[in-house]
């Protein structure tokens, strides 16, 4: 059978434009030559590399990938709103694209009136755009406006009847490019009600979304483009993990650089001898210290608020941190849940008996989740003398997906610091439950009566 899109070896090549060699007129442009072909390759910007794929006729075919991975460049391909450098699109069957949603709205005539311009756009007639204004206005919700000035509407409107008209052209194949946000939720739940009816009459749909949740229950297949190539297509669930282990990695070297150029930097500026007698004088790791030890030494009333950096007189020096999750390797994107562990390597340069380690646990907003050292907990200190490790494990790190930042010392009981590092080192809790809060505690649900789950046993 006949696909409903077919996609071979498309190529999309754009000019980066600046200052130098522009083209004055269209004119000037055919006489010099080619428009892409006299170019540099750092005057030109590659959005798709040999992209090939096929949409079956009654399939749901997403397409996941991060920004600027092309996504948006492929779908105006098969739209037909850009052709391809090279290679070729085909759609066999009417197109509807929600793309660019109302384009062509004319802000001073009124809906109505837009409704059959566009209409007209997409490819109906008058009669078929008369059958089906009701229900375009009804889906819309814009009964009591219909007749108002375009340029008198909401954003939130302007979208809503774009999408109306668009989605009521009654096509063989739907394109659609994030638009699942132009309205409210109700709002989103029709436009899902109305992707699940094209399902069902056996329409092809091309969708290109963040949403991975949304490929995974809706589309048949899945494509992974990255940076305008072809990473991966098949199963979406086996697809999206594919991805999803992708991101991760992506953010893992993201985050570890950010830590390193912290780390480096606060090594350049910790202070070798802060003035004891400015308020060292608390028995808790995470409790008050310099905001600024390098300018002044002096402290303020709240630690949790300071600023991250690195001050101590490095008698006893956190020497190396890492922190590892279930697989035992060192790493800083972890799963809500997993059990993690804080390692910290010291070096004493002599014999010290006075040593209380501290760990601070940070959201991103700088709210303390939680907070404690080996004082508090009553280990009594004997001795440390040259090299040693300390590890912090937890059983199960709950929390939600968000970023966080440790807080690391070593000191005093009496609070002197021999090497505070403040906020210095962060990690990543990712969690496909979407709950709220900082603390995700171990929970279940119970009901009865005639309350009653799809999917329950």
């Known amino acids: 059978m006949k696909p409903a899109i077919d996609v ?137 406006f219909i007749d108002a000035p375009v340029k008198t509407y909401s954003s939130g409107m302007y979208m809503r009847l774009g999408f109306a008209v668009a989605i009521h052209v009654d096509p063989e194949v739907l394109l659609v490019d994030e638009v699942l946000a132009v309205g409210d939720q109700s709002f989103t739940h029709k436009c899902l009600d109305k992707f699940s009816e094209f399902r069902r009459r056996n329409k092809s749909i091309l969708l290109v979304t963040h949403s991975l949740d949304l490929v995974e229950k809706f589309c048949d297949e899945a494509h992974w483009l990255d940076k305008g190539v ?13 991805y999803v282990i992708n991101v991760e990695d992506s953010e893992e070297n993201t985050l570890a650089k950010a830590e390193s150029a912290r780390v480096a930097e606060s090594a350049k500026n910790v202070t070798s001898a802060p003035d004891v007698a400015s308020g060292f004088s608390q028995t808790d790791a995470t409790q008050e210290a310099p905001l600024n030890p390098v300018d002044d030494g002096e402290s303020v ?12 007189t490095r008698e006893i020096e956190i020497a190396q941190v890492s922190i590892s999750g279930p697989d ?30 501290g760990l601070g646990l940070f959201n991103a907003d700088g709210v303390c989740v939680y907070g404690t050292n080996t004082n508090l907990e009553e280990f009594q200190p004997s001795a440390i003398d040259g090299e040693g490790t300390v590890t912090f494990a937890i059983d199960r790190l709950d929390l939600v997906e968000g970023t966080y930042r440790l807080d690391l010392a070593v000191h005093k009981a009496d609070g002197y610091p021999y090497d505070y ?9 990712k969690s496909k439950v979407r709950d709220v809060g900082i603390y995700r505690p171990a929970h279940r649900w119970t009901f009865g009566g005639g309350i009653t789950f799809k999917g329950e046993a």
């Open 8 to 144: 071979v070896n498309v190529s999309k090549v754009y000019r980066r434009y600046a200052r130098r060699r522009q083209f004055a007129t269209l004119k000037s442009a055919l006489l010099d030559g080619s428009l892409l072909g006299d170019l540099k390759p750092d005057e030109t910007f590659q959005a798709l590399r040999n992209v090939s794929f096929s949409v079956p006729k009654g399939c749901t075919y997403g397409v996941i990938g991060s920004n600027g991975s092309g996504k948006s460049t492929l779908l105006k391909c098969v739209a037909g709103i850009t052709r391809p450098t090279e290679g070729s699109v085909t759609v066999d069957g009417r197109i509807s694209a929600l793309i660019e949603l109302g384009a062509g709205f004319h802000p001073e005539i009124s809906g109505r009136e837009n409704i059959f311009i566009n209409g007209i756009m997409l490819g109906l007639t008058k009669e078929e755009i008369q059958r089906r204004f009701d229900e375009i206005v009804e889906f819309a919700e814009m009964q009591d």
């Open 230 to 242: 072809s990473k991966g297509d098949g199963d979406p669930k086996r697809v999206v993990a594919a």
């Open 301 to 312: 009333k709240d630690g949790f608020k300071s600023t991250e950096g690195r001050w101590g």
């Open 328 to 357: 035992g390797e060192s790493g800083h994107v972890f799963q809500s849940g997993d059990d993690i562990q804080v390692r910290m390597v010291v070096t004493a340069k002599e014999a010290i008996t006075d040593f209380v380690f």
């Open 421 to 429: 590092h403040r906020l210095l080192y962060t990690f990543r809790i």
